[in-house]
């Protein structure tokens, strides 16, 4: 690897608290752990030690990109973001993820990520530029919201600069603060913009000139240019209309246009409303619908999103969890306004999402202002997050009203897994496989795991609860015994009975989640099982492996990309073991709260049935049954052996410990 195809070839490392700024060889980590999450798990192991906190100096925030980054290869834009994340509770490290150009934009700029420790004595932001970096001052954009600073730092640096920056929920160290871009695109999910103000980093800028060496540009292009367009659905007349729900975006009766990422061969559903007249107070708003909502009509939603990206706030965790909640609270009595303003509730008791009461476009833009700035007990509590504030407010009588919506109450609400009515319409027994995720991951798995399952493989099934796919039984079957190895993945009949036809795809999604982070691409792209495309109807499930070998000149065949995919998996897991205690135990309270009827079926979880599936699962992943741990030997095949050392290791000196402790 002397000459890199795909990576610039260093790490951009940044220690605030001394003012050091230097850089690390990527090759360090390379192949094995691809870039990108991959990475960031192996420097997290290496320096994040257990009992360091998210606003603690000690946290390390990584802005990570990949050798895809900055290339034609569909979903080449992103962002990995990862670090001890103050929304999880409790805090743990986790990731999220940004879509748009910044990222293609640090790989011009010359470097494969960003690594930031420490914290500096005043606000500072970066200056990120063609092979080289500054911290300056930022006292004059403190205080400014994410659209003002993006504005100040382009006429400081060029009109063509990329910006990241936290707005005034991170400086105020909001749990539910984001990463946020000048183009609209965030960290959502994580609370990372509060890492940047506990850091504060108020931003950071790039310009890079360069562009990304590619090892053989013909297949390259060629690969990109005969990638399917065909979306994460199939291009075809359904026999039945699906059921409107989840996240679709609200109806256009507004000036819009159709966005994407800048590097995707096909088009998101988000949409891009512009220069609408507010629906509270004077002016008019601009503002992206991504893929949550708020439960208000458009034009106080369109005003409400341009608000929240200002701040960067969380706007999936207020539009989805604080307001539903909140509604839930008044009709147990426990508040009746905010901040004077009447809150509305539903007629019925609100069971799910959708139930939840329409509000108006004051009390959105107060609320908003409430969290980002925590203005009195309320809104100091909310900046928190939902399953923070229910233990502060009310005298606590809320948190229970927290289990419809919060798997585990650990922070993020249920998403793709029917027990909350966020993501799509999922139907039993296929519910099954998101919820073998969610009890294993360390966030939401829907941001880059689920959705390949659920949004692209279900679409193409005869029969997924009332929806009817392009293919027969006997079409679904053969690709999911190509893909999975397993044909009976795509049959509905086998719920509980074989648990393997659940915890395959489980797993599957799970890994490739990890090369898609890795690489770095988009999972509504990444990877496909199904095509009309082709007579059997088999997706390339290869192409991610032949762009990886076309950019970077390295071989690396699918199954030894799955496998980089399976060793990053067990790295995040190896993290979570050692330094915040995850456990089966904790793993089955995941699943114990996820046991309500679905919003799509009504069905409930049988958890003395899920137990075997998620022994099979622990089996199939080479994971300790009774632990939930992974093995040594499982590590040691992965090419972990100095993981596995220090992780029994350190379990043994605590039972040692613990064996040794007065009784």
């Known amino acids: 690897m002397s000459e890199l195809g795909g990576w610039?070839?260093?790490?951009?490392?940044?220690?605030?608290?001394?003012?050091?700024?230097w850089s690390e060889d990527t090759r360090a980590y390379l192949p094995e752990y691809i870039g990108g999450l991959g990475i960031a798990a192996r420097i997290a192991w290496n320096e994040l030690r257990p009992g360091v906190g998210p606003f603690d100096p000690e946290n390390l925030l990584f802005l990570m990109v990949g050798p895809l980054t900055g290339t034609l290869a569909s979903?080449?834009?992103?962002?990995?973001?990862?670090?001890?994340?103050?929304?999880?509770?409790?805090?743990?490290?986790?990731?999220?993820?940004?879509?748009?150009?910044?990222?293609a934009e640090l790989k011009y700029a010359g470097f494969d990520g960003i690594v930031v420790q420490g914290r500096a004595d005043a606000p500072v932001y970066l200056w990120v530029h063609d092979g080289e970096a500054e911290i300056r001052p930022a006292d004059d954009l403190w205080g400014h919201g994410t659209l003002a600073v993006t504005q100040m730092l382009r006429v400081r640096h060029g009109a063509k600069t990329r910006v990241v920056s936290c707005g005034q929920a991170g400086e105020n160290l909001c749990r539910i603060a984001c990463i946020q871009t000048e183009t609209g695109n965030a960290a959502g999910q994580g609370g990372y913009g509060a890492v940047m103000g506990s850091k504060q980093l108020k931003a950071v800028a790039v310009r890079g000139t360069g562009g990304v060496r590619?090892?053989?540009?013909?297949?390259?292009?060629?690969?990109?240019?005969?990638?399917?367009?065909?979306?994460?659905?199939?291009n075809w007349p359904p026999l039945n209309p699906r059921p409107v729900g989840g996240n679709h975006a609200p109806q256009a009766t507004l000036p819009f246009r159709q966005r994407k990422c800048g590097f995707c061969i096909t088009q998101c559903g988000n949409r891009h409303y512009m220069g609408v007249p507010a629906a509270f107070g004077a002016g008019s708003y601009t503002g992206d619908h991504f893929c949550y909502s708020y439960p208000a009509e458009l034009r106080a939603q369109v005003q409400g999103y341009s608000i929240t990206a200002d701040y960067g706030l969380n706007g999936w965790e207020i539009g989805f969890g604080i307001i539903p909640w909140l509604q839930m609270c008044k009709q147990h009595g426990l508040l009746e306004a905010i901040d004077g303003i009447p809150l509305p509730v539903p007629d019925?008791?609100?069971?799910?999402?959708?139930?939840?009461?329409?509000?108006?476009?004051?009390?959105?833009?107060?609320?908003?202002?409430?969290?980002?700035?925590?203005?009195?007990?309320?809104?100091?509590?909310?900046?928190?997050?939902?399953?923070?504030?229910?233990?502060r407010l009310f005298g606590g009588a809320g948190a229970p009203l927290l289990d419809r919506i919060y798997p585990r109450r650990a922070g993020q609400t249920s998403h793709w897994n029917a027990h909350w009515g966020t993501g799509g319409n999922i139907y039993f027994p296929f519910w099954l496989v998101p919820i073998l995720q969610w009890c294993v991951d360390t966030r939401d798995p829907a941001s880059d795991s689920t959705h390949g399952y659920a949004t692209?493989?279900?679409?193409?099934?005869?029969?997924?609860?009332?929806?009817?796919?392009?293919?027969?039984?006997?079409?679904?079957?053969?690709?999911?015994?190509?893909?999975?190895?397993?044909?009976?993945?795509?049959?509905?009949?086998?719920?509980?009975?074989?648990?393997?036809?659940k915890a395959i795809p489980a797993i599957w999604h799970h890994d490739r989640a990890m090369v898609v982070e890795s690489l770095l691409l988009c999972d509504k792209e990444h990877s496909r099982v199904f095509t009309m495309l082709t007579e059997d109807h088999v997706a390339d499930t290869a192409l991610m492996a032949k762009l990886f070998q076309a950019c970077t000149g390295v071989e690396m065949d699918e199954k030894t990309l799955d496998r980089a995919g399976e060793r990053i998996f067990?790295?995040?897991?190896?993290i979570d073991v050692r330094n915040h205690g995850r456990t089966r135990a904790i793993d089955k309270y995941t699943a114990r709260t996820l046991t309500h009827p679905a919003f799509t079926d009504g069905v409930s979880l049988d958890l003395e049935q899920f137990w075997p599936m998620l022994d099979k699962?622990?089996?199939?992943?080479?994971?300790?049954?009774?632990?939930?741990?992974?093995?040594?030997?499982?590590?040691?095949?992965?090419?972990?052996?100095?993981v596995a050392n220090e992780l029994y290791r350190t379990h043994q000196e605590a039972a040692s410990r613990k064996q040794m402790a007065p009784i």
């Open 456 to 501: 692209h493989m279900l679409s193409y099934l005869p029969i997924h609860g009332p929806n009817r796919g392009p293919l027969t039984m006997e079409e679904a079957k053969a690709v999911c015994a190509r893909v999975y190895g397993e044909p009976d993945v795509a049959d509905p009949t086998f719920t509980y009975n074989k648990p393997e036809t």
């Open 570 to 574: 067990n790295l995040l897991r190896a």
């Open 75 to 103: 979903g080449g834009g992103r962002v990995v973001v990862a670090g001890i994340a103050p929304q999880q509770k409790p805090s743990i490290f986790s990731r999220s993820g940004i879509g748009g150009h910044w990222g």
């Open 214 to 234: 590619v090892a053989d540009p013909q297949r390259m292009l060629t690969l990109c240019l005969q990638a399917s367009r065909e979306g994460q659905r199939p």
């Open 348 to 391: 019925k008791p609100l069971a799910y999402r959708a139930d939840t009461a329409p509000v108006s476009g004051e009390l959105l833009a107060r609320l908003l202002r409430l969290i980002a700035f925590r203005e009195g007990e309320l809104g100091d509590a909310l900046a928190d997050g939902a399953c923070y504030a229910a233990e």
């Open 617 to 642: 699962y622990y089996e199939l992943r080479g994971w300790d049954p009774a632990t939930g741990w992974p093995t040594r030997e499982r590590l040691q095949a992965l090419g972990l052996g100095d």
């Open 8 to 21: 610039t070839g260093r790490l951009l490392r940044i220690d605030l608290s001394t003012g050091r700024i």
